[in-house]
């Protein structure tokens, strides 16, 4: 079956302009999350998808950033105003989420996002 | 605040050797899980392996086993039989069925030679 999906693979904005990143994850997957991940660096939680259940944003790094997620299925990630700190690899995952154990998270390729 | 810490930022291995990787971590939960993933160059993370910490029984799969020490809070990857396709960046990830998000190490870099 089909992996986590996203796009675009890179992505390259100027200073102040706004950015959608996007998801698609893997069929029957109701656990959502996003990632950052910048040069160097492990990779830093932004936000938590769960069914219907309100999003875990306690990762946004600012009110710049925000995400929704569609029917249960797809979710885009937007950057505001972007900023050139704001250049990281954004990383997707999702997983079945069954009850409460800690299932595996399943990655997307991810999006190079670049400011210039 | 769970953390997780990686101290070998680059590590090299010869073809068909072993290679362990280390990470330690800080909680004061009890219940909680521990993975490695494997990020090529393609950036696609996949994961190498998971522990329940309430299993003493160190998980394997087939090249790649972990030395988890609970009291110490370490968690080791070892890969046996080093293939070139190992080269990587290596992520130790922590985890509780209590929390949505994984807390990630800053990864090492593995480096396979012939």
């Known amino acids: 079956g089909a992996g986590v999906s996203q796009s675009p693979s890179n992505k390259v904005t100027e200073k102040g302009k706004d950015v959608e990143l996007r998801c698609d994850p893997i069929?029957?997957?109701?656990?959502l999350y996003w990632y950052r991940q910048s040069l160097g660096q492990g990779l830093e939680f932004l936000i938590y998808?769960?069914?219907?259940?309100?999003?875990?944003k306690s990762g946004l790094p600012s009110d710049r950033f925000s995400a929704e997620r569609t029917g249960g299925s797809v979710s885009t990630l937007t950057i505001q105003r972007t900023q050139q700190e704001d250049s990281a690899v954004y990383l997707c995952?999702?997983?079945?989420?069954?009850?409460?154990?800690?299932?595996?998270?399943?990655f997307g390729p991810g999006t190079r996002l670049t400011v210039l | 605040a769970q953390t997780v810490t990686q101290s070998q930022p680059e590590m090299s291995v010869q073809e068909a050797e072993t290679v362990t990787l280390s990470c330690t971590y800080d909680t004061s939960e009890s219940d909680y899980y521990l993975f490695w993933y494997k990020q090529p160059p393609s950036r696609q993370m996949i994961l190498v392996i998971r522990?329940?910490?309430?299993?003493?029984q160190n998980a394997t799969e087939n090249r790649f086993s972990v030395n988890f020490q609970k009291a110490a809070k370490s968690f080791s990857l070892k890969i046996s039989d080093s293939q070139l396709g190992d080269a990587a960046m290596y992520f130790c990830?922590?985890?509780?069925?209590?929390?949505?998000?994984?807390?990630f190490g800053t990864g090492t870099r593995l480096q396979v030679t012939l």
């Open positions: 522990q329940e910490a309430y299993k003493q």
């Open positions: 995952a999702s997983s079945p989420r069954r009850g409460r154990t800690t299932d595996t998270q399943y």
């Open positions: 990830a922590y985890g509780t069925g209590t929390a949505s998000k994984l807390t």
């Open positions: 069929s029957g997957h109701t656990a």
């Open positions: 998808f769960q069914g219907n259940s309100a999003p875990d």
